[in-house]
């Protein structure tokens, strides 16, 4: 049975950092592309950033690219979301993603999610 688990999400000032984990169980991570998402109130659930299995393919949303950092540890089963220079628009839900196949910029190309973590970011 497939499980994400996501965690480290909370309530940071603008300007602050944050590092958000995902936590698999089920299958052996090492072989997928995971991605991250968000989804702020009212608005939908858009791609943040992806790492493909390998780790040699790292993409990210131009909103995000420069402050956050995706990394994955296949030996701890894990992906990571390092967030930097965080601000208020940055505030969502932030949900782990395992990839259809190794591509991943839609919520269509997620073959299962986790239940997300709250990232609220205050200015």
């Known amino acids: 049975q497939v499980q994400l688990v996501e965690s480290g999400g909370g309530l940071v000032q603008a300007g602050g950092s944050l590092r958000l984990s995902c936590s698999a169980s089920?299958?052996?991570?090492?072989?997928?592309?995971m991605g991250w998402f968000r989804q702020a109130p009212d608005k939908e659930r858009e791609f943040v950033a992806v790492?493909?299995?390998?780790?040699?393919?790292?993409y990210y949303a131009d909103s995000v690219k420069g402050r956050f950092t995706i990394s994955r540890d296949n030996a701890k089963n894990a992906v990571y979301l390092q967030m930097n220079s965080l601000n208020p628009e940055d505030t969502a839900f932030y949900y782990c993603?395992?990839?259809?196949?190794?591509?991943?910029?839609?919520?269509?190309?997620?073959?299962?999610w986790g239940q997300g973590t709250q990232v609220t970011v205050s200015s």
């Open positions: 993603a395992l990839g259809r196949a190794t591509y991943i910029r839609r919520a269509e190309d997620v073959a299962y």
């Open positions: 089920g299958f052996a991570l090492s072989s997928f592309t």
């Open positions: 790492i493909r299995w390998s780790a040699d393919h790292r």
